[in-house]
């Protein structure tokens, strides 16, 4: 068992949240790791937040909400797509390290996303197993395009509530988590101009109203 995590889903968010603000002003906090850091960090780990993103270089999770090492599970794949390692590394992240909040973190210009929509419209099917990444994001591609979704950037949108959905599906361990209230969900996605990551959607209470308020406006 590794060090557990004792932040609750409210101030696993806050700590997000202020984060990228900084981040968004250029008032970063978190200096270049010492060697006495890293040796603290070698006995074990105690993340507040697991981060399930997209693995474009432009997204870099750490930087994005301005955490220091230690500070974030982050699990990565081309187009935040989900498979039955992620869904373990997730779990790992819940179960065994007891973070308190998942942060699900797409984008705008998603090559995955563009991708697929050109498979989907054009038959333009990629080769290898970049073809699997299209295959993957084709349902929430088309589940986006019967909601009336047509721009790039609304379908990777829908895509990270799509994923949120299919996490709780999937994974057992996780839907028990957020019903018992000990896990929260987010999804949001990032502005590659202005660094913001904006919030599309959540699931369980993170103590934030102004998220709620501002997801209920997005909806009218």
Not at 28 to 47: I, N, Y
Not at 148 to 173: F, W
Request: overall charge negative.
């Amino acid at each position: 068992m590794q060090n557990m995590s004792a932040a609750t889903p409210a101030e696993a968010w806050k700590k997000l949240r202020e984060g990228n603000l900084r981040f968004v002003e250029g008032n970063f906090t978190q200096p270049r790791p010492t060697p006495e850091q890293r040796a603290a960090l070698a006995a074990g780990q105690s993340p507040s937040s697991v981060l399930f993103g997209c693995a474009d270089s432009r997204v870099a999770a750490e930087l994005i909400f301005d955490q220091g090492l230690g500070d974030m599970f982050v699990v990565r794949t081309a187009g935040h797509l989900i498979d039955t390692a992620v869904l373990g590394s997730i779990e790992f992240g819940v179960e065994e390290l007891g973070c308190s909040l998942i942060a699900i973190l797409g984008h705008d210009s998603c090559g995955a996303v563009k991708a697929t929509i050109d498979a989907v419209d054009n038959g333009e099917v990629p080769g290898g197993f970049i073809r699997d990444i299209v295959e993957r994001m084709t349902p929430s591609v088309l589940t986006a395009r019967r909601l009336g979704y047509k721009h790039p950037d609304e379908i990777g949108a829908d895509h990270v509530l799509e994923t949120a959905k299919l996490l709780l599906s999937r994974s057992t361990i996780i839907d028990a988590a957020v019903r018992d209230g000990r896990v929260a969900i987010v999804g949001l996605t990032y502005n590659l101009v202005d660094g913001r990551a904006i919030v599309r959607k959540v699931i369980g209470d993170i103590g934030d109203p102004d998220v709620v308020e501002a997801i209920e406006i997005q909806a009218d």
